[in-house]
């Protein structure tokens, strides 16, 4: 699948994944969301996750059933999973302050229980190194795009 997304000529964004059977869907996205869903593509891609955001829309789920209200009933663990994640990731990035480690997975255990998620695995340093790396090369490439251009990005992106 291809992940494209494009900066419109008003410089708001549009989120469009082509699926390799060439189908596709797409959305009008908040200004926020162009590095939110670059941060689900460097998590996915870093943890492996296949049944996450990225991996169902390949699939075939269409990006408007995320935002349809119970949509999280029909999600799997990865995909609360890499939710989550991506939040701290968020966070991390609206505040500035990085976490190590074991603050990430004090905090990944709180957001997995108040949201009734099921438990994740500790997550280390190395990965979250990872994730900040891809995360970081994701969001430059989308920074040097231009009023109607577009990111073109691959999923699964190797991380």
Known sequence: MRIEIKKAKDGRPNLACVRDD????????????PVHDLTHC???AVFGFTQAFFGLVA???ELDEFQQPGAAAWLPPEALWAECLVGLFDMERGSGQLLVADEFNAAL???????NAPPFRAVTDDELGRVRR?????TARW???EPGETLS???PNPA
């Open 22 to 33: 060439g189908s596709r869907t797409w959305a009008k996205l908040h200004p926020f969301f």
């Open 42 to 44: 460097a998590v996915e």
């Open 59 to 61: 699939s075939g789920r």
């Open 109 to 115: 255990g709180d957001v997995l229980r108040k949201g």
């Open 134 to 138: 891809l995360r970081r090369s994701l």
């Open 143 to 145: 920074s040097d795009v």
């Open 153 to 155: 990005v691959p999923f």
